[in-house]
């Protein structure tokens, strides 16, 4: 082989691994271990195509995901705790018991998606999307929800004490069955058409709030209208 048929093959093979890590910014080699173990501690997943995985009880705590497809997943148990999830879609995620406390968040896609029994405490969740999806025990305490939409969702029993919720939708959303509001900040929040009859909403910070034919504990509220 000549020293040009060389020099070609290896800026061929050069080319290629520059073309893959362009194309995949994940580590290959962290994706490799999450399939292979389900235990991939502060790994790079970013931008990966996850969807339709099983990954139960997977533990990816610390994990860069930002821009990851997660729609599908299942993620039942799973410690996704301090992570980066940017911008991820976790649409018919399968989430039960799953942990997220501390990651952030932000801009998640939740539409749609049954939540049971999930941590979100101290999450950063900032313009976070919840549409028609269905909480139960979901622990959001502390959480940062600002202009969250959670339009037309369901929270049954969902602890939100001290969440910040300002500018956030909760235009026909359902919350029921104890769901703690309790020193939650819903300032400039959209409450309009909301049913919060059966909610603590003690010390709630509800100022400048929009309230037009909402369900509350004093009754039905037209303020905002």
């Not at 930002?66 to 301090?82: E, I, Q, R, W």
């Not at 603590?200 to 303020?223: F, H, Q, V």
Request: proline fraction near 0%.
């Amino acid at each position: 082989m000549t020293i040009n048929s060389k020099c070609l093959i290896t800026l061929a093979l050069f080319k290629l691994l520059l073309l893959t890590n362009l194309c995949f910014g994940f580590d290959q080699n962290d994706m490799t271990r999450l399939l292979e173990t389900s235990n991939c501690v502060e790994c790079d997943l970013s931008d990966a195509n996850l969807e339709g995985l099983d990954l139960r009880g997977a533990n990816l705590s610390g994990s860069e995901l930002h821009g990851s497809n997660l729609s599908g997943v299942n993620l039942n148990g799973a410690d996704m705790s301090s992570s980066h999830l940017h911008a991820v879609d976790f649409r018919g995620a399968k989430l039960t018991g799953a942990n997220f406390k501390y990651s952030n968040l932000e801009y998640a896609n939740f539409t749609g998606t049954k939540l049971n029994k999930v941590n979100f405490s101290l999450a950063f969740l900032l313009r976070a999307r919840f549409a028609q999806a269905e909480l139960f025990d979901v622990d959001l305490t502390g959480a940062d929800l600002g202009r969250a939409n959670f339009f037309q969702a369901s929270l049954y029993n969902v602890n939100l004490r001290w969440a910040r919720l300002d500018n956030s939708n909760f235009v026909q959303a359902l919350v029921s069955g104890d769901t703690n509001l309790n020193e939650a900040d819903l300032s400039k929040a959209n409450l309009s058409e909301a049913n919060f009859n059966q909610t603590n909403l003690g010390r709630a910070n509800i100022s400048e709030a929009k309230l037009c034919n909402t369900k509350t504990p004093w009754g039905i509220d037209n303020t905002g209208c």
